[in-house]
């Protein structure tokens, strides 16, 4: 079955640098749109980021170059790398996957999602 994990999360300070990970199996990973997403407590899950098959990338207006998504294909994994963070951006991240771009919007595997806190 499909497999996400996530990992790199953790506790930085404002302007802070972190980069996480998502390793995924059971699934055609090269082929499948790649998303990061994230939840604050009370708040609903939005996607952040996300990548295609092909590399195009998308981000969300308030992570816009500050975050950088990519994908290596021979390693199955997708990053978010994040820099200058900001006391806003605490939340859980997750990954997901989905056959396209389009797919995102509503995927069907999610990772277990890792907690990124941001100190002023």
């Known amino acids: 079955q499909v497999q996400l994990v996530e990992s790199g999360g953790g506790l930085v300070q404002a302007g802070g640098s972190l980069r996480l990970s998502c390793a995924a199996s059971g699934t055609s990973f090269r082929l499948n749109a790649m998303g990061w997403y994230r939840q604050a407590p009370e708040k609903q899950r939005g996607l952040v980021a996300s990548v295609t098959s092909g590399g195009s990338t998308n981000y969300a207006g308030s992570v816009k170059g500050r975050f950088t998504i990519s994908r290596d294909n021979a390693k199955n994994t997708v990053y978010l790398q994040m820099n200058s963070l900001k006391p806003e951006d605490t939340a859980v991240y997750y990954c997901?996957?989905?056959?396209?771009?389009?797919?995102?919007?509503?995927?069907?595997?999610w990772g277990q999602g890792t907690q990124v806190t941001v100190s002023s």
């Open positions: 997901a996957t989905a056959p396209t771009l389009s797919d995102l919007v509503k995927p069907r595997y």
